[in-house]
């Protein structure tokens, strides 16, 4: 069984986002880059499903600039067997909707039994790359998965609902994403690190699957949120309905 998991590469959770003057954008100058978080959890997932004999080959996948190749070298690390390389121009905006069709095109040429995706890149917080993907391809989805357990030609996919846990039964092939309570991330050891360098990493473009990647969004303007007020301490039940009432306005 082929597992394809596709990695992006954005700015580490650890640094705080700036916003360049003028509200053109956010400053990525000299800024430490990392694979999205979630898809972390998905290339994890799949050495796991792969160290239990469920897979053969897993496929890492990414598209962004040539420093992605990066993203794909610590997937690489973490247990990936190869990895594939979409570029685009440096400071290119990719939109879901691209990225779901340069998948779909990537999946088609290799034949994956499973694609694994996290369920969300924590620069743009959309939430859509998966399920559209599954749409294009007319798979069977299971988003938010906190637990996968591989079956004969099907997968069980634990999701955690308002109401609890829903667990689906999809028959492969099948796109599932991953959430935080997934698994752990492991880190990759030294050995690791340095035989990823030796792994095939093919590079395409976008032009090769006959995708569109311009933008059908325009950004107007980005703007930093606003400053947290200081709080400050009262000496009784009273003064605080007090303020409440007269600065805070909420009752």
């Given at each position: 069984?082929k597992?394809?998991?596709p990695?992006?590469?954005?700015?580490?959770?650890?640094?705080k986002?700036?916003?360049?003057?003028?509200?053109?954008?956010i400053d990525?100058a000299?800024?430490?880059m990392?694979?999205?978080?979630?898809?972390?959890?998905?290339?994890?997932?799949?050495?796991r499903?792969?160290e239990?004999?469920?897979?053969?080959?897993?496929?890492?996948?990414?598209?962004?600039?040539a420093?992605?190749q990066e993203t794909i070298?610590?997937?690489?690390?973490?247990?990936?067997?190869r990895g594939?390389h979409?570029?685009t121009?440096?400071?290119a905006?990719v939109?879901?909707?691209?990225?779901?069709?340069?998948?779909?095109?990537v999946v088609?040429?290799?034949?994956?039994?499973?694609?694994?995706?996290?369920?969300?890149?924590?620069?743009?917080?959309?939430n859509q790359?998966?399920q559209?993907?599954?749409?294009?391809?007319?798979?069977p989805?299971?988003?938010?998965?906190?637990?996968v357990?591989l079956d004969e030609g099907s997968?069980?996919?634990?999701?955690e609902?308002d109401?609890?846990l829903?667990?689906l039964?999809?028959k492969m092939?099948a796109?599932?994403t991953?959430?935080?309570?997934?698994?752990?991330?492991?880190?990759?050891?030294?050995p690791n690190?340095?035989?990823?360098?030796k792994?095939p990493?093919?590079?395409?473009?976008p032009?090769?699957f006959?995708v569109?990647i311009?933008?059908?969004?325009?950004?107007?303007?980005t703007t930093?949120?606003t400053?947290?007020k200081a709080?400050?301490r009262?000496?009784?039940?009273?003064?605080l309905?007090?303020k409440l009432?007269?600065?805070?306005g909420?009752?």
């Open positions: 069984m597992i394809l998991v990695v992006k590469r954005v700015v580490d959770y650890n640094v986002i700036r916003v360049k003057p003028g509200g053109t954008g990525l000299n800024v430490k990392s694979m999205n978080p979630f898809d972390e959890i998905a290339v994890e997932e799949a050495v499903i792969k239990k004999g469920g897979s053969s080959e897993i496929v890492a996948v990414s598209i962004g600039p420093k992605a070298r610590t997937a690489l690390a973490i247990g990936a067997d594939i979409i570029e121009p440096d400071g905006l939109e879901p909707l691209a990225v779901a069709k340069l998948l779909k095109s088609d040429a290799e034949k994956p039994d499973l694609v694994i995706l996290g369920k969300q890149a924590i620069d743009d917080d959309c790359t998966g559209m993907l599954a749409g294009l391809l007319g798979w989805q299971g988003t938010f998965a906190s637990k357990v997968v069980h996919v634990t999701r609902v109401g609890g829903e667990t039964k999809l092939p796109v599932v991953t959430d935080l309570r997934l698994n752990e991330p492991r880190y990759p050891s030294l690190i340095m035989n990823a360098k792994k990493l093919e590079t395409k473009k032009d090769d006959g569109d311009a933008p059908r969004l325009k950004v107007q303007n930093e949120p400053t947290r709080g400050v009262v000496d009784s039940v009273a003064e309905v007090e009432k007269t600065e805070a909420v009752l």
